[in-house]
């Protein structure tokens, strides 16, 4: 359990790093990649608008100038020279003159027609000034720039003469890519940072986290004493302010409780033990007037085995809260020996008279270190169970399944146990319904006390017995290291497994509760 609440501590520190580093990353990565597409857009639309602007007002002036001297209409010759000398002042530019069906070239071996388009032709054809279009022309940009000339008289009109320039811009177009190439080649170095930063703000936020699932592990392994620092004022100090508190709270309760079970164990033993001195009394009396019941009027002597049977009774529960309370305190103690369990099993049966009344099944040479007197008592317990609250055939077998253990099965063919009273049968001072108990003269819890009126000995946890036996049984199967289960059989009845840890002769040790 501690292993598991390890790895899922660190899953959940490990997620939260990761969970960091990839916001922190992502938030840079985005900012960074906005930041490029609007320098891109920007320094792309400066670019352009300034070499827009220049071709614009360069043809307009050239134009002004050299369309001063040309005369109307122009033949093929004076617009060529026309087109050539506007060419002259506007450097590597290309010019396009038209007029009607004429058209003259700067370059007589440029190809205008895929740059020059219709739909700039119309615009300008109308006469409301310069029109510019960017066109793509066998995968390279160009700006292309038309302007209708007009008359130099007042109303402006169009003499019929259009004028476009051609303008590379694949210098605009590589100075933009390498700008956005420089811009790009920037947001690597900020990712990584923004990584780095992520780890280190990751380490600042997660160590207080870890130290406080490194606490909240050692408290939930017991270690009420596990405490975190509490620095600064944030959440996280608040969280561990909060885990401080609740866990001084926790070892306060626990303090209380520890002092409140050590008082009623002590109470518990004390009582017992001071009852003992007035039992023993009260026996020795209640064996002399059993003795003399028979002399007795027919009244006085129910009444005098009455209470030779209750004085009995409460003598053996003295002895099972004495022996509850040397558990509890682990006071108890293993007296291991070599010990033959078959054998030990059927001298169990004979103290108590049980030999004809339950059917053995016992395998021979098991032969393990056990407390002999405590196996004794777990056997009493189940086979006295079982022969009070179960019905015949009561079946007892011991087996050695696996090498490393041995189990003791004790079944009847009585009524069963409900669900919710095998989970509670080895509760102390537990009652199962009155479905499951039958009348049987006599009795006990522990296997240990004196007979009944038939010679046998009774078994508890359910109608008259003490309600102990059953939870000392538990007690000692767990004090070898073993356990006892109970289950419902599938022809019905009972049955109820001892399964111990089988250590060998040659493992023998003292061991202790």
Do not use: C
Request: glycine content about 10%; overall charge neutral; cysteine-free.
């Amino acid at each position: 359990m501690r292993r598991s609440l390890g790895r899922g501590s660190r899953r959940l520190v490990g997620g939260l790093r990761v969970r960091l580093v990839v916001t922190f990353v992502l938030v840079a990565l985005v900012s960074a990649v906005t930041a490029t597409a609007l320098a891109y857009r920007d320094a792309r639309t400066a670019v352009l608008q300034r070499t827009q602007n220049t071709a614009v007002n360069d043809l307009r002036e050239r134009v002004a100038v050299v369309g001063a001297g040309l005369d109307l209409p122009p033949d093929q010759r004076s617009l060529s020279r026309f087109a050539a000398k506007v060419s002259e002042g506007l450097g590597a530019r290309i010019v396009v003159a038209r007029h009607q069906d004429l058209t003259a070239v700067s370059d007589a071996y440029a190809d205008t027609e895929g740059r020059i388009t219709a739909e700039l032709r119309a615009a300008v054809r109308s006469g409301d000034g310069a029109r510019f279009q960017r066109v793509q022309w066998r995968g390279d940009p160009y700006l292309v720039v038309g302007t209708p000339v007009t008359y130099a008289d007042g109303d402006r009109r169009t003499s019929g003469l259009e004028v476009f320039v051609i303008t590379d811009l694949r210098a605009e177009r590589d100075d933009t890519a390498a700008l956005l190439d420089s811009v790009r080649t920037g947001t690597v170095p900020v990712v990584v940072l923004a990584a780095l930063l992520a780890l280190l703000a990751a380490g600042t936020v997660l160590r207080p986290v870890r130290k406080l699932g490194r606490a909240t592990r050692e408290l939930a392994a017991g270690d009420l004493g596990s405490r975190v620092a509490v620095r600064g004022h944030d959440e996280l100090a608040h969280l561990a302010r909060t885990f401080n508190e609740t866990a001084d709270a926790l070892q306060a309760s626990d303090a209380e409780l520890r002092a409140q079970e050590a008082k009623a164990r002590r109470f518990v033993a004390d009582v017992s033990h001071e009852l003992r001195t007035p039992l023993a009394a009260m026996t020795m009396v209640a064996t002399v007037l059993e003795e003399d019941a028979d002399q007795l009027p027919p009244d006085a002597a129910h009444a005098a085995r009455t209470v030779g049977a209750e004085t009995a009774r409460l003598s053996r529960l003295v002895e099972d809260l004495m022996e509850i309370s040397r558990f509890d305190a682990g006071a108890v103690r293993l007296d291991a020996t070599v010990t033959d369990l078959a054998d030990t099993v059927r001298a169990s049966l004979a103290l108590r008279g049980w030999t004809d009344r339950v059917t053995v099944e016992l395998r021979q040479d098991v032969r393990a270190v056990v407390d002999r007197r405590r196996i004794d008592v777990i056997v009493a317990n189940l086979v006295g169970n079982a022969l009070r609250h179960g019905a015949p055939p009561v079946t007892v077998t011991l087996a050695a399944p696996g090498g490393d253990r041995v189990t003791l099965e004790v079944a009847d063919r009585g009524p069963g146990l409900p669900p919710e009273a095998r989970e509670r049968v080895f509760d102390r001072f537990y009652k199962a319904d009155a479905a499951r108990t039958r009348s049987t003269p006599g009795g006990g819890d522990r296997g240990g006390g004196g007979p009944g009126e038939d010679g046998s000995f009774g078994q508890g946890g359910f109608g008259q017995g003490s309600g102990l036996g059953m939870a000392i049984a538990l007690e000692n199967a767990r004090l070898h290291g073993g356990t006892i289960e109970v289950a419902e059989r599938p022809e019905g009845g009972a049955v109820f497994t001892l399964r111990l840890p089988l250590r060998h002769p040659e493992e023998e040790e003292e061991g202790d509760g």
